[in-house]
């Protein structure tokens, strides 16, 4: 693998960043494996590389209730910091209609169905990206 110096010269990404976008999708598997464990609904991960440059992954699911799905972001929550990753950061855990759990290359989004459906997420980041217009 090359260093990041010698991936400067060569364009060749570091030895690090290989393993970071292995370990992101070891890890979204993980989070997906966890989700389902907690009942959690409708698990569907999205493959960031090439969107955006805010994570590597995306998950979102569905929890029943408000109260089932504090309890999976609690459960997720636990796990991340059982594994290592307890710098993950939470939103939403307050009121559950949408929490957002970020760990910096997976943001994982939990809804209860009505919620999920009124934003749609996967629609707006399944699609893929718009090619610039040519012009003649």
Known sequence: MP????AARTGTPPA????????????????GHWLDEAKAEEIVTI???GKTSIGD???IASGRTDRHVGAIADKIQQQLKDGGHGRARIEGNDICDWVLIDTGDI???????????FYNLERMWSTERPTEPTSH
């Open 57 to 59: 992954f995306m998950i």
């Open 16 to 31: 690090e960043a290989l393993h970071d976008s292995n370990s992101s999708a070891q890890l979204a598997k993980q989070i």
């Open 47 to 49: 493959d960031l590389a």
């Open 107 to 117: 943001i994982v989004h939990l809804f209860r169905p009505e919620v999920r459906d």
């Open 3 to 6: 260093s990041a110096l010698e």
